[in-house]
């Protein structure tokens, strides 16, 4: 029977699985979250770990929304006014059914401004800090005052001001993760204008693909950003873009920003902007007060952008919802007070820069603001993974958080941290954090929790996340967020899944940090309905997050992966439409190759002893030649793997001009770790690619939807591709190898049995796809089936079993590539075989993956079992296989035993 994720039952053991990290009870009993409770609730007497008294506010809080966000508004002492109490609908909020789902009127009589939201306030004096900036170019922080924040805020006011700018209006940043960066973004949102950014590592289609859109007045620039010990100028980047006057016309002015906020911005008279440059100080008006124009709660305040998925990236419209969840998130969830600073690792392009803004500053606390490598230390020019953790320390951080990644890379090298003695929280986002991040934590700072979160830049916030009552368990979120009708919903969104089981996460009702438009909608939202709401899940009637998660039986959840086709490598979320942006001029150009499909694989990434999930980018080419396309198919059809590898295999020179031009016009990340030839990519019948069908196989789950796609008959190619996937991946050592050994010989060929498996293919696929494939292509088919089975019916070849491996086996007695490898390392192991091959070059190793038997070896030589390399690296490690099936005659002698693998 099917439950909710966050059950309101009474008692409900915490599980078997001891924490990692247990609040002090003290610690729970003075949490903001507890005093906020007991004016809400009511909830006195010690909250221990005792789920029940969390459940019970979260209850309230969704069945009772607004009079929820109202409590928090007032709690954290907000400035601005939400209108009278009285007006206040009651009971659950319900997603719009007309117009864009979630443009709810929460407040109908509200008067606030963003702006004034983070700065204003009885908690924030003049001599308070409010930000911390930290650069590689410089040694020392530059600190900002809340009263210097005010006092520069109210400068750039006066400027954009005077350039037109007010509400309705759009300003941009193409900016640093700087205190400059926070004024601009302030300054614009006082006035009532929406703000935007762009991390200025992005490349040129990056840039313009999001600031097209946003058609900004005016363009905030850095006038450089710096990236493990290399400063570059972003103003002559920019002023190189192809086309930025085009896809800027509606930008009156470009202002200058210093880099780190220190000292003056440079500014280089040759280097010419379509549109006016000003350097900031000479922009606005000095001594002009900071003042706010306030307005409803659906004026928009961010324009945010999504991963880019299909097609250009999506412009998410949000409003001072945002700024309200931030302070709820801040104070609540993370327990963040007046005075503390807190420390997130982000870039400007990134939602976690406007969270960590805003839940900071609306907490009457400071933001510290690292731009740079987080594993780069600055003063010794060198890698360092702890540099960031040094931030921490100097800055007296009482919250840092990063990616799970990097978390993951701290732990693997069993980092030491400094004495972090105001440290009490450690957050972790963007990808699922791996279970060794919170046992190395526990190790280093046993009075710290790791909590990781779960959202996005959809709703600026999170919708799992930390809580200053709860256990901490490895690898799970903790709790849904208050305000959340957050529900883990089965693949039809019909009913919650039990703990234990994996489903979709939802939110059944609004929230007032949802979007309230995208940039360029029809008036009925239909682009914001396509991305949240599936009429084929739960009626169209909850928000589809698109991660793919599972409720355990302490109450939290464990995040899988994504749903959806967004590409998450190293916690990183890409749009694959951005790859298919970079490589289209390449593909236009190829006489091999005709489209291309983008997917991702997951793995496990191993540092030292620690395993990390993550995925690998694929990128699949579909090749132009019918007779390739028909190669593919046969051998995935007659399941012979070496033949499909091989044909499988792109081209290097073309793979590099794919990879190279993908890291230009997009970032390392978007880099394809493997480039793969296929015959076709999956489309829907109205011409558009399948890319979750594809994503789906290499995640070893089944595809579902085989009856939307017109060339269904693909899926199998991808099916039988997917096992042998990882073999694609580059090889350096075997081309080392060829280099030094020289080429091996060509198996031979049976040219016969080659016909034969190409025929057996084509009538299986005759059989499959018989009145969907088109005629002329049916036509080929069968004359290939006649060609090799005369007389034959289409149905009996497709059933007769496949013919022997078109290619001949290659004995090791022959010159083959790894006979001659093998002769060389026996003739220099002085009889000890396994020792040799363990010292050997990493990079010839890998060629010896299932290569080596005892029937392999030169005469005189012998060996009790076999010893391959482990399937999941160190390359290093090597482990006997006979002891592996329980066949080994050496037992627990065996020096090359693995257990437990």
Same mark, same amino acid.
């Given at each position: 029977?099917?439950?909710? %994720? ?28 507890? %005093? ?25 809080? @969704? ?48 008067? @606030? ?82 703000? =935007? ?14 600031? &097209? ?5 005016? #363009? ?80 928009? /305040? ?20 945002? %700024?309200?969840?931030? &302070? ?94 105001? #440290? ?11 279970? =060794? ?10 009075? @710290? ?99 793919? @998660? ?80 028909? &190669? ?60 979750? &069908? ?91 089936? /006649? ?88 390359? =290093? ?25």
């Amino acid at each position: 029977m099917a439950r909710r %994720a966050l059950s309101r039952g009474a008692a409900r053991a915490l599980g078997t699985k001891a924490p990692s990290f247990k609040p002090q009870l003290a610690d729970v009993n003075t949490s903001r979250l507890a %005093a906020f409770s007991d004016k809400l609730i009511g909830c006195a007497g010690p909250r221990g770990y005792d789920r029940r008294h969390y459940e019970r506010l979260h209850a309230r809080s @969704v069945s009772e929304p607004r009079q929820f966000w109202r409590a928090v508004f007032d709690a954290v002492r907000l400035p601005g006014s939400l209108g009278p109490r009285e007006r206040d609908a009651r009971g659950a909020v319900p997603w719009r059914d007309s117009g864009p789902p979630g443009a709810v009127d929460w407040f109908p009589d509200a008067a @606030v401004n963003h702006a004034e939201l983070l700065l204003e306030g009885p908690h924030k004096p003049d001599e308070n800090l409010a930000l911390l900036s930290y650069t590689e170019r410089s040694a020392a922080p530059v600190e900002t005052t809340y009263g210097a924040l005010r006092e520069e805020v109210g400068r750039l006011r006066a400027g954009l001001a005077a350039d037109g700018v007010g509400p309705g209006d759009r300003v941009a940043g193409v900016v640093a993760n700087d205190a400059g960066a926070a004024a601009a973004m302030l300054a614009a949102t006082s006035l009532g204008a929406a703000w =935007s950014s762009v991390s200025p590592d992005f490349g040129e289609r990056g840039c313009l693909d999001r600031l &097209a859109q946003v058609e900004p007045k005016v #363009l905030f620039v850095s006038d450089a950003y710096s990236y493990r010990g290399r400063e570059f100028d972003v103003v002559d980047k920019i002023s190189n873009f192809t086309g930025i006057g085009d896809a800027l016309k509606t930008t009156a002015r470009a202002v200058v920003l210093p880099y780190g906020f220190a000292g003056d911005a440079a500014m280089d008279s040759s280097v010419k902007l379509p549109f006016p440059a000003v350097a900031a100080r000479d922009y606005g008006a000095p001594g002009a007060p900071c003042l706010y124009d306030r307005g409803g709660f659906d004026r928009p /305040a961010y324009v945010m952008f999504s991963s880019g998925t299909t097609g250009k990236p999506k412009c998410i419209v949000q409003g001072p919802g945002v %700024a309200l969840n931030h &302070a709820k998130e801040g104070s609540l969830h993370w327990d963040l007070r007046e005075g503390e600073r807190s420390l997130w690792y982000t870039t400007t392009g990134w939602m976690m820069w406007n969270w960590l803004l805003g839940a900071a500053l609306t907490t009457g606390g400071a933001a510290v603001l690292y731009d740079g490598d987080a594993t780069f230390c600055p003063a010794r020019g060198k890698n360092t993974v702890g540099y960031l953790w040094d931030v921490a320390q100097s800055s007296d951080s009482v919250l840092l958080g990063g990616s799970a990644r990097y978390l993951g890379a701290c732990a693997a090298e069993n980092l030491t941290l400094p004495p972090l003695a105001a #440290l009490k929280r450690v957050g972790s986002t963007g990808s699922p954090c791996p279970p =060794s991040a919170y046992a190395w934590l526990a190790s280093q700072k046993p009075g @710290v929790g790791l909590h990781s979160t779960s959202g996005g830049t959809d709703l600026n916030g999170s919708f799992h996340g930390g809580n200053p009552w709860l256990p901490v368990f490895e690898a799970e979120l903790q709790s849904a967020g208050l305000g959340l009708d957050v529900a883990v919903l089965d693949e039809a969104g019909d009913g919650e899944v039990a703990a234990g089981e994996q489903g979709e996460l939802a939110c059944r009702s609004a929230f007032p940090c949802a979007p309230l438009a995208f940039l360029g909608d029809d008036r009925e939202g239909s682009k914001y309905r396509a991305a949240y709401f599936d009429d084929a899940f739960g009626g169209g009637r909850a928000w589809q997050h698109g991660d793919w @998660v599972e409720p355990t039986e302490n109450g939290g959840l464990i995040i899988h992966g994504r749903s959806d086709a967004t590409l998450n490598p190293g916690g990183v979320r890409i749009g694959t439409a951005e790859i298919y942006n970079a490589i289209e001029p390449l593909l236009d150009a190829s006489p091999d190759f005709s489209d291309a499909l983008v997917s991702a694989q997951p793995f496990v990434a191993r540092d030292g002893d620690t395993e990390i999930d993550d995925v690998r980018v694929v990128l699949f080419v579909q090749v132009a030649d019918a007779a390739a396309r028909d &190669a593919l198919t046969a051998a995935a059809a007659a399941g012979d793997a070496d033949a499909l590898v091989e044909l499988c295999r792109c081209d290097d020179a073309f793979a590099k001009a794919l990879k190279t031009t993908i890291r230009e016009r997009g970032s390392p990340r978007h880099v394809p770790a493997i480039v793969c030839r296929v015959p076709d990519v999956p489309r829907t019948n109205n011409g558009k690619k399948v890319e979750m &069908a594809c994503m789906n196989l290499l995640r070893g789950r089944p595809v579902a939807n085989r009856g939307s796609i017109a060339n269904a008959g693909v899926v199998d190619f991808y099916e039988a591709l997917a096992p042998h996937l990882e073999k694609l991946l580059p090889q350096g050592g075997r081309r080392s190898l060829e280099a030094a050994l020289g080429p091996a010989p060509a198996p031979a060929v049976d040219q016969e049995a080659a016909s034969r498996l190409r025929a057996l293919g084509a009538a299986k696929t005759l059989v499959r796809d018989q009145g969907r494939i088109p005629a002329e292509r049916r036509e080929y088919l069968r004359a290939i089936v /006649a060609s090799a089975y005369p007389g034959r019916a289409i149905e009996a070849v497709a059933a007769e079993r496949p013919p022997p491996k078109v290619r001949s086996k290659v004995s090791v007695d022959d010159d083959s590539l790894e006979a001659r490898c093998l002769r060389r390392i026996t003739s220099e192991a002085n009889g000890d075989l396994a020792a040799r091959i363990l010292a050997f070059e990493k990079e010839w190793r890998r060629c010896f993956v299932d290569s080596l038997r005892p029937s392999h070896l030169p005469e005189g030589w012998t060996v009790d079992h076999t010893i391959v390399p482990r399937a999941r690296p160190p390359p =290093s490690t090597l482990v006997c296989r006979a002891h592996l099936k329980g066949k080994c005659t050496w037992g627990r002698a065996c020096k090359y035993r693995h257990d437990g693998v």
